[in-house]
């Protein structure tokens, strides 16, 4: 099931919140052996998601959930599934607490509830409608997207791609390349070790500090907000910059190249070997030493 399917029946599961609260709760504990290489795909609808780590062949289920609701799990081939019966309607709430082999790649989508995870050494794809995103570890590839939610990565190792409608996202420590989107929220990303860096918001503040290749490419976009960089003094890089209601300020020197009608400005730093791009619509710039 896609995102986008599961924000048809969002607004269902949120109505009817409140009387499944009230439920009585039934606790399963359950531990499944798995094979080297098995995937883990958990769906839940309503309630939040913890998954952390270990070092046994093995994944150990422990969820609660109302009376008359069963948690199904089936292991087949390289592939484990989670998954919940819920006579009484999507809306009875299920909470997971999953542990799990530090290498196991994992696969979630939530309608309303958080998810946490963190341990991996494996990629992830993580989805919520209603609901915060919290993921330390991770690699190869990391895909969070969150509708109503904030989005926090730490510690990823590959490639993150983050996307949040109407909360922000905070990416620390990362090594790999970064893909990151909201609409209604600010991007923050520390500590950042990449040679390819995209992150666009609409409304929001935008910041970086990291490292800049040489041969990167990195750019930064927002219409009402400001772009924030701070990089190394060695760091070698060609900049294109645009706005149209805000201003440029940069504590290194630079050589500037040119300067077009509606502040739109091309200038080298050091080498100029990589490619920076700055616009922002209504905001300043600003390039710091660290």
Known sequence: MQLRTIL???AACMAAAGAARGQQAVQMDRTVDVQPGTRLQLDNHFGDVTIRTWDRSAVRVQGSHPIGTTIDVQSG??????DADRPGGPTNPVTYTLTVPADMP????VIQGDVDVAGTRAGMDIQSVHGSITVVGGADMVAVESVQGMIKVTGARGRVNATSVNQGIELTDIRGDVQAEAVNGPIHMRGIDAGRVS???????????GSIRNDGWYRFSTHNGGIDLTIPSSAGATFTASTFNGTLHTAFPVTLHEAKEGKEFTFTLGS????IELESFNGTMTIRRP
């Open 8 to 10: 048809m029946t969002a």
């Open 272 to 275: 100029g070997g990589a490619r």
């Open 77 to 82: 081939g390289s592939l484990l599934q989670i």
């Open 199 to 209: 992150a666009e918001t609409v409304n929001g503040s935008v910041s970086y500090e």
């Open 106 to 109: 994992i696969e979630v989508e």
